[in-house]
């Protein structure tokens, strides 16, 4: 029975990685060959575009001299602003398209990085190796995100800070997608979990302090078109912005965190 669950959870993972290996992310946006310089311009700017809180929330200047990992980095756009900010990056992703690239990246940008592809659930670091570790937009999308959280306390040395996202299952874009019956990103992915705020400062119970914060509300889209498209893009998003924030932050759609180990 240990043997079967055990292969459930290898084939799951397997799944996983060609899903993410035969895919890039909002690949739709870009206007340039796959790997160049303007390729990766073309995808950093929509997704500094889409998620403009992300550099206020995030200190990218702010670890210079730190450890930092990030847990499935992607092309490396986070990781970067790390490195450009002084910080020691490494990055994994169980994802090799996703490494070979960002590796392409990172030399484009004349970077110094350490980058493999590995299982954000089984690191292959010893324990108290990273001063933050990072995980933006990979949590909802493993097999298990507890172990996941898990293996991110273990790298992390004392009093080390762990931040990470994930979706919000009362968030307006969970909301809107039911509404108007318009996929999310990725929902086609082998896994796709959406969290409350509570359940998602439960799954940080070992860390010291705890600090949530909803994050990313409407902007523009680039991607939906057609009448849904029109509708939300003139109507929705600045009607929506006009609500004060306060009234509507735990709506936010993407769940931020911050804990001290």
Not at 105 to 129: I, Y
Not at 189 to 194: N, S
Request: aromatic share 12%.
């Amino acid at each position: 029975m240990i043997e079967e669950k055990s292969a459930d959870i290898e084939n799951t993972i397997l799944k996983i990685q060609n899903y993410w290996n035969e895919r890039i992310h909002d690949l739709e946006v870009a206007q340039h060959p796959v790997g160049t310089k303007a390729f990766f311009s073309d995808l950093e700017e929509y997704r500094f575009d889409k998620l403009r809180y992300l550099p206020r929330v995030v200190d990218f200047a702010g670890y210079r001299g730190k450890r930092i990992l990030e847990i499935g980095c992607g092309l490396g756009f986070d990781l970067i602003r790390f490195a450009q900010g002084g910080a020691w990056v490494t990055g994994v992703d169980l994802s090799k398209t996703a490494i070979d690239l960002a590796r392409r990246n990172f030399a484009h940008h004349q970077l110094t990085s350490d980058l493999r592809v590995m299982n954000g659930e089984e690191l292959q670091f010893q324990d108290s190796t990273f001063d933050m570790v990072y995980a933006h937009g990979v949590l909802q999308y493993t097999q298990n995100p507890q172990r996941m959280i898990d293996e991110a306390f273990r790298v992390l040395k004392s009093q080390g800070e762990f931040i990470g996202m994930l979706y919000n299952r009362r968030g307006w874009l969970n909301v809107m997608s039911k509404f108007f019956k318009v996929e999310l990103e990725h929902e086609d992915a082998p896994i796709l979990r959406k969290y409350t705020i509570g359940e998602f400062k439960k799954m940080l119970a070992n860390f010291s302090s705890v600090t949530i914060t909803p994050e990313r509300f409407p902007v523009k889209s680039r991607l939906h078109r057609g009448v849904k498209g029109f509708l939300f893009n003139t109507f929705f998003v600045g009607a929506f912005n006009r609500i004060p924030r306060p009234l509507v932050r735990r709506t936010g759609w993407h769940i931020m965190a911050s804990a001290i180990k």
